[in-house]
């Protein structure tokens, strides 16, 4: 009991240590965050930042924000934004540093820090740093940033962001900011599936080819919230002017956007009304302009809304991925040179017109000088064209897939593209030419592609409905032909018999070639045979006279109980109930019985063949 005090005072430190964490920006070795939506973050001296996990969507993801907003903008996060579900931990481990698990304890993120740690320290610049026994950085999260620079952070010669895939999308995304070796700072597209950069879209211009030393050695972003490259020399090269913002008031960050814009914002850190992030500074100008950016997607088209990048899918193309907007747009028809489509022109395919479109690249024939008319039959007796670029007096032939699309209203230019008449205009974002026509290379108009389309969606119909019908006759006749066999004697219960089959030879040789007659029938005679060491009967229909065969099934009733034969005073019992199926069941006139009728003794319904 003595001991029950000292537990109660070590719990009460704790918990202060644990909430001085909370307040003075430093976390201790071992302290820990689960991933809960309620979950308290670590927080930064002032509590502008806190390092925790951000709920996106149904799962969390590890971030650093700032606090103090609304918007609670996340600035940094693990290297392609791996999210984790509930219950999912982030711990702070000696010797492994700051190590993110999912709720069964698997690895997902760590920082790798293999030294001793001694603590790790959120400041108010959003820099989380881990510090070793001798108190000297070891990590820091401004050295690895995801898609956002800060003031005071600086990125050296090979340093590189990387844009996030959408707006709740955090994997890498498609473009690049780097600091290259030769100095200049540039804006890059990224090869989703080799990772390999592709062209600048944006160059600095500070690479010196004469003397390398003068060249950019460092971007910063310095406290006041200006943005310079630093030249070997120590010459500064502007990137965003020096306006008067004073930045105790303001928050700052550059973010390289989804959209590939690398753009400065700010943000007022007290603001009288309801406020949002608003743009300072921003390249390239125009991401559309840019034929390396590759804005948007293949097939994709640019165009600026309030200077930022939209992207759309043109009429008869959507989206690949739905939650990617400015990504690939797949075709609703890709033209071939099969030969029942080839050199078939207008009689085959059609137009879809759109205004202010262009796709720069991607042809392969260039006619100049021509008209327009002569551009779309050109492209329409065309297998390999997918799209007809007409301006100027000037025609370009496309293949698919098309790059760099951009819409411009300032450009005179017409695009026909391709498709096959029989399916049909299709797709979303533009109309037909931007006036809801639709021209046809051949002269056919909207009406007839219409009628086409109804007439072939009623014989569909019709040939459905033929198809149906059948199928409920079918079934119509079987439920009957079913219920007339189950009711063949429906005045008494079934016979039970273990009876042998005998085919049509067997009771030949049984009877010695139907030799000895036993009687005469109006349709059949009864023949004596022998079976084993019995004496049997057997029926044989001679032929079917009218009537015949209703006036055996007659006498198979009559006589289904049992019939006696007294010969050489063995008793003889005709068994009927098998006959009568085998006779019911036939086909035709029982030339050729639907089953090898099974005999004890029984009338056999069996024609000479």
């Not at 931990?89 to 293999?114: A, T």
């Not at 990125?155 to 955090?170: A, E, L």
């Not at 003889?572 to 009568?580: D, G, N, Y």
Request: net charge negative; charged share 20%; aromatic share 10%.
């Amino acid at each position: 009991m003595a001991l029950l005090p000292l537990h109660l005072i070590s719990l009460t430190i704790l918990l202060h240590l644990v909430a001085a964490q909370q307040t003075n920006g430093s976390v201790p070795v071992g302290a820990s965050l689960t991933a809960t939506p309620d979950a308290k973050p670590w927080l930064s001296s002032s509590g502008e930042f806190a390092l925790g996990f951000k709920q996106v969507q149904d799962n969390f993801l590890l971030s650093i924000w700032y606090d103090k907003i609304p918007e609670k903008t996340i600035i940094w996060y693990p290297e392609d934004g791996p999210t984790v579900p509930a219950g999912s931990k982030v711990d702070l481990i000696d010797r492994r540093g700051l190590v993110l698990s999912d709720p069964q304890g698997k690895e997902v993120w760590s920082s790798r820090s293999i030294s001793d740690l001694a603590y790790a320290y959120i400041y108010d610049t959003g820099n989380f740093v881990i510090a070793g026994s001798n108190s000297r950085n070891i990590w820091e999260s401004f050295d690895h940033p995801a898609d956002t620079i800060l003031p005071t952070q600086v990125m050296p010669r090979g340093g590189v962001i990387n844009s996030k895939m959408g707006k709740t999308n955090f994997t890498r995304g498609r473009f690049q900011l780097r600091l290259l070796q030769d100095g200049n700072l540039v804006l890059n597209t990224l090869e989703m599936f080799s990772g390999s950069a592709g062209n600048a879209y944006y160059i600095s211009g500070t690479r010196d080819e004469s003397n390398a030393t003068n060249s950019g050695f460092q971007l910063v972003f310095d406290t006041a919230g200006y943005m310079y490259i630093l030249r070997g020399n120590g010459e500064r090269v502007d990137l965003t002017v020096r306006e008067s913002l004073p930045s105790g008031d303001y928050y700052h960050r550059a973010t390289l956007d989804s959209d590939g814009v690398f753009t400065r914002y700010y943000y007022p850190k007290n603001p009288t009304e309801a406020t949002s992030w608003r743009v300072i500074w921003y390249v390239p100008e125009n991401i559309c302009k840019t034929i390396d950016s590759k804005a948007c997607g293949l097939n994709n088209v640019c165009s600026l809304d309030d200077n930022k990048p939209k992207c759309e899918c043109p009429q008869g193309f959507s989206l690949l991925d739905p939650n990617t907007p400015n990504g690939d747009c797949k075709p609703d028809f890709i033209p071939s040179c099969d030969e029942g489509e080839s050199n078939k022109g207008g009689d085959v395919f059609d137009f879809i017109e759109l205004t202010n479109i262009d796709w720069p690249t991607s042809d392969y024939v260039h006619m100049n000088p021509t008209n327009e008319q002569t551009c779309r039959t050109s492209c329409l007796n065309d297998c390999f064209c997918a799209v007809a670029i007409y301006r100027d007096n000037q025609c370009w032939k496309k293949q698919l897939p098309l790059a760099n699309g951009k819409k411009d209203p300032s450009q005179n230019v017409k695009a026909f593209l391709k498709f096959r008449k029989i399916d049909g205009p299709s797709g979303t974002g533009e109309n037909k030419n931007g006036t809801g026509e639709n021209k046809s290379g051949t002269g056919e108009n909207k009406s007839r592609r219409t009628l086409i389309l109804v007439g072939s969606v009623f014989s569909s119909m019709f040939v459905l409905g033929i198809v149906l019908l059948i199928g409920v006759i079918y079934v119509c006749f079987l439920q009957i032909h079913k219920k007339k066999v189950g009711n063949s004697f429906p005045d008494s219960a079934p016979v039970e018999t273990r009876l042998a089959r005998f085919t049509y030879q067997e009771l030949f040789e049984a009877t010695d070639g139907f030799k000895v007659e036993l009687g005469k029938g109006a349709f059949g005679t009864v023949y004596k045979g022998v079976i084993g060491t019995k004496i049997v009967a057997v029926k044989k229909l001679e032929t079917m006279v009218k009537d015949g065969q209703k006036e055996f099934k007659t006498e198979i009733i009559s006589c289904r109980k049992s019939v006696v034969f007294d010969d050489d005073a063995e008793d003889v019992t005709v068994l009927t109930e098998l006959a009568w199926d085998c006779c019911h069941e036939g086909v035709g006139e029982v030339t050729e019985p639907s089953c090898p009728c099974p005999f004890s003794v029984t009338s056999y319904c069996l024609s000479s063949n």
